[in-house]
């Protein structure tokens, strides 16, 4: 079982920046493949951004949405067992709860159904 905690939701202006957090439980967090999703309302939770497992210094794999290739950066740091989002050049667009995923698998996939745990969210608020 792991658990997933995000951090670092806010509210900024349009160009701003933010970076999330998403503490995980649990000693294997390495084995697994992290992702980030969001969800505007009335809308479906999306894929945003994912890294794979990754062992010792090795940074892992990372995969990005079209709408934020090159404003967001995926990153993780094993020893800490955190996953970091951070988003640059941010949007109105980009307003939603954002949530942490994990997947014992070796690829990041965008499908929410192929993801074994989530976090509870945390809200993004971009304003013009």
């Known amino acids: 079982q792991m658990q997933l905690v995000e951090s670092g939701g806010g509210s900024v202006q349009v160009g701003g920046s933010l970076r999330l957090s998403c503490a995980a439980s649990?000693?294997?967090?390495?084995?697994?493949?992290m992702g980030w999703f969001r969800q505007a309302p009335g809308k479906e939770r999306r894929f945003v951004a994912g890294?794979?497992?990754?062992?010792?210094?090795?940074?892992?794999?990372?995969d990005y949405a079209d709408s934020v290739k090159g404003r967001f950066s995926i990153s993780r740091d094993n020893a800490k067992n955190t996953v970091y989002l951070q988003m640059n050049s941010l949007e109105p667009e980009d307003t939603a709860v954002y949530y942490c995923?994990?997947?014992?698998?070796?690829?990041?996939?965008?499908?929410?159904?192929?993801?074994?745990?989530w976090g509870q969210g945390t809200q993004v608020t971009v304003s013009s």
């Open positions: 995923a994990a997947r014992l698998g070796p690829a990041v996939v965008v499908g929410i159904g192929s993801w074994d745990y």
């Open positions: 649990g000693r294997t967090f390495r084995m697994y493949t």
């Open positions: 890294i794979t497992w990754s062992a010792g210094s090795t940074a892992g794999s990372t």
